[in-house]
């Protein structure tokens, strides 16, 4: 089982009193369960994240239906815990669904769940809670917090697969100080196993998945409602249009499927998004070597610990899905440098770059702009 590494207010030796954010699966009922048998004084909060709870999907593909509050409620009277639901709805679409559709506008690719645990989970929900007296919040995230030479520090799950490590690379120290992440020591499996061995009936319940503000997954129908349609050109590198399309926000750098082109390339080979120009509202397309991005600068920068003081190397991971590679960092005035060992693809302006050493996350930042590897002909 999953150690709590010490907070400010555990160096006193007494019991934390802990707030459990239960989303209704199974994950945050087992870290509710742990942080309780471990002693602490734990009650347990769904966030209310939508204005009308009732339309969203049925089933386990988001996170904040109105049956997820009821699965929560029933994991909380299983634990024996105390349970509320706090509504956080008008914050959530100012942070988290507006940001989210003004980036599409922008031509970036944001992340939404990135930008919860940022805004919500542990700004919103962490502030009410220490207002209210609690001394730590307490998440199923797949990641762990241990205490190093400069302090605590976030690293990687154990099991992999289902680290969440990237998406968690936002919090600060003073987050971190106050946070709980009893599953990161334990395969997702045997979760599963445990939740039913304490008769959670979220045990088998699938995982959410998409994003959880979108009712039937369908992002670009999502997009459209909100931003219209305009009809604009899709475009080879050499300026040659090889289509249409109804929003340049329905794309994203490194997308191949979707783009409708009248025209096969020359060499017959697959086209993806190289740019999107909201300005003029023009799509590039482009062959895949010329998404090789060797060099990127990213803003924001929020460290999980002390700054570095100067360049380093590191490995990166570029998105949420993506693998690690080896880069060399520099923040300089405000912005994050990244030069990467190997070129990689797929990366897009608006996603975040989260810095490792080894497991332990060193911070992360928004990627602004991508330097691409040259694919002009000679």
């Not at 979220?202 to 129908?221: E, L, M, N, Y």
Request: aromatic share 6%; net charge negative; proline share 6%.
């Amino acid at each position: 089982m999953s150690d709590f590494p010490a907070t400010p207010a555990a160096a006193s030796g007494r019991p934390l009193r802990v707030l459990a954010a239960m989303s209704g699966g199974v994950d945050s009922a087992v870290a509710a369960a742990r942080a309780a048998e471990a002693g602490h004084e734990v009650t347990g909060v769904h966030l209310a994240l939508s204005a009308n709870p009732q339309s969203f999907r049925t089933g386990a593909r988001g996170c904040c239906t109105l049956e997820d509050s009821r699965d929560a409620r029933r994991a909380a009277d299983v634990i024996g815990i105390p349970f509320y639901v706090w509504d956080m709805a008008e914050r959530f679409r100012e942070d988290v669904v507006d940001d989210f559709v003004a980036e599409y506008a922008a031509g970036r690719t944001p992340n939404p769940c990135l930008r919860c645990n940022e805004k919500i989970k542990f700004a919103a929900l962490l502030d009410k809670a220490l207002a209210l007296g609690f001394d730590a919040v307490c998440t199923g995230h797949y990641a762990r917090i241990a205490d190093g030479p400069g302090g605590r520090e976030l690293h990687r799950a154990v099991d992999a697969a289902k680290d969440q490590s990237y998406v968690l690379g936002v919090l600060d120290a003073d987050q971190l100080a106050h946070a709980l992440f009893p599953l990161g020591d334990t395969p997702k499996e045997s979760i599963r196993e445990e939740a039913e061995r304490r008769g959670l009936a979220v045990a088998r319940k699938p995982d959410s998945h998409d994003i959880c503000f979108i009712a039937d997954g369908d992002t670009q129908g999502f997009l459209a409602q909100r931003l219209g349609t305009a009809t604009g050109d899709i475009v080879d590198l050499d300026g040659t249009k090889v289509g249409e399309h109804e929003g340049a926000y329905g794309f994203t750098i490194g997308q191949r499927k979707g783009l409708r082109l009248g025209r096969p390339a020359a060499d017959g080979k697959p086209r993806y998004v190289l740019d999107i120009s909201p300005v003029d509202n023009r799509v590039t397309v482009g062959p895949a070597d010329a998404l090789e991005v060797v060099a990127l600068t990213a803003v924001k920068p929020r460290w999980c610990g002390p700054a570095p003081a100067g360049p380093g190397e590191y490995t990166a991971q570029l998105r949420a899905h993506g693998g690690e590679v080896r880069v060399t960092a520099e923040p300089a005035g405000g912005e994050l440098r990244v030069r990467l060992a190997e070129p990689a693809r797929g990366i897009a302006p608006g996603q975040a770059v989260v810095l490792y050493q080894g497991t332990r996350v060193v911070g992360s930042a928004t990627i602004a702009a991508t330097e691409r590897r040259s694919t002009a002909p000679a």
